[in-house]
């Protein structure tokens, strides 16, 4: 099976180190950030590109959820942050915007889009989350994140909801540290996770893990390598079947704790099948090794490293934008920034941002574009 990893690297054109990289881990996919992207026909050449000298087909993901996480300057359509989408509460414009973006990321040969953010706000200030969230309603965060997988994978790209268990009440960003969530399980069962079930009620392609430590679930292990929180409760209470994905081990939360080979191994055992390092070749290599000899000691029992390499395998396959030349601007729905007058993109959506007060909002930084992982 190839490698359960998602790797970033530099540049935006096909280069020899990063063949190499992918020949050599066989890594299952690739995690586009802006340093990748100047334009949707660059990144299509990009992706066939690597396709093409690998023989294989690739995970290619990306953030790329509107408002502060976007990753292009121009040639696609700009939506505003799920919070304008919440402010409205329509699920059949939440619908209409996942169905766009689709066809806009297939026409690349993006298949894994790592969005919808479901986690539902706290009562105070979370620096990293904001206005990606589409509010303080498991209800409602519930209702229009699923109407916005049904639009997303209806439309040949696969959803990712994210950031199971859920870190809309955290008040660190794990770009920087580990969050720790003070919640009660009842709150956890009738909040948090809420969103997550209507998610996989909705046939949700992936679900990724964050790095939280949520004393509810596990008292000393964060939820990325926790076996309480991704096999048991993830897999195995709530029954998803679909792909589970970790947050960038790169990233603050992770990195003060801990080396990368010993987190992708902790991170892999605690059961996802993908796990994401954005940056550093070494360290992707240092995972990729770390992972191979851990499998090779028997790390995951059989069945279960059976069901991973099929779910890792079986992903590209069902989910192939193929090789499709790209449609015309007035077919695909792509717009260059601002939209048109009467797109899912204008017209409601902005001035709800405005009349929700998130226009306003402090903004954190780094979270424009941000450069590290999703």
């Known amino acids: 099976m190839p490698a359960p990893f998602l790797f970033g690297f530099e540049g935006a054109r096909v280069s020899r180190p990063v063949v190499r990289l992918l020949k050599d881990t066989d890594a299952a996919g690739i995690l586009l950030l802006a340093r990748n992207i100047t334009s ?13 000298a690998l023989g294989r087909r690739l995970i290619v993901s990306i953030d790329h959820e509107g408002g502060w996480v976007l990753r292009f300057t121009h040639g696609v359509t700009f939506f505003p942050g799920s919070a304008a989408l919440g402010r409205i ?79 809309g009440a955290a008040n660190m960003d794990a770009h920087v540290d580990l969050p720790l969530i003070k919640v009660s399980r009842g709150e956890l069962e009738n909040v948090h996770l809420t969103p997550f079930r209507d998610a996989i ?22 939820a990325t390598f926790s076996r309480k ?31 990368l080979g010993t987190a992708a191994v902790e991170a892999l055992g605690a059961g996802h099948d993908l796990l994401i390092v954005a940056h550093g070749e070494s360290l992707m290599r240092e995972a990729a090794e770390a992972v191979g000899l851990a499998l090779e000691g ?52 902005h001035p709800a941002l405005a009349l929700a007060g998130l226009d306003q909002a402090p903004r954190p930084r780094g979270l424009a574009r941000p450069a590290r992982g999703p």
Not at 122 to 143: A, C, H, K, T
Not at 239 to 259: E, F, H, N, Q, W
Not at 327 to 342: F, K
């Open 40 to 52: 949707p026909a660059q990144v299509r050449g990009l992706v066939h590109g690597l396709e093409d």
């Open 89 to 167: 509460g329509d699920p059949v414009l939440a619908e209409r915007a996942g169905a766009v973006m689709a066809r806009e990321m297939a026409a690349m040969g993006v298949n894994l889009n790592l969005a919808p953010v479901l986690d539902v706000l706290g009562p105070g200030y979370n620096p990293g989350i904001g206005i990606r969230s589409f509010g303080r309603d498991p209800v409602l965060v519930g209702r229009l994140g699923a109407a916005f997988i049904r639009g997303q994978e209806g439309h040949g790209v696969a959803a990712c909801a994210k950031h199971f268990p859920g870190k």
């Open 201 to 222: 009620r909705a046939g949700v392609a992936s679900i990724m893990t964050s790095h939280v430590l949520m004393p509810a679930i596990d008292r000393r292990t964060p």
């Open 229 to 259: 929180a991704v096999h048991g409760l993830l897999r195995k209470k709530l029954g998803y079947r679909g792909l589970i994905v970790s947050d960038d081990l790169c990233m603050g939360a992770v990195t003060k704790r801990m080396p």
């Open 298 to 349: 028997g790390l995951l029992a059989p069945a279960e490293l059976k069901a991973l390499g099929r779910r890792v395998s079986e992903f590209p396959r069902r989910w192939n934008p193929g090789r499709r030349p790209a449609p015309a601007p007035a077919r695909a729905g792509l717009r260059h920034s601002p939209p048109r007058r009467g797109s899912p993109a204008r017209g409601r959506a």
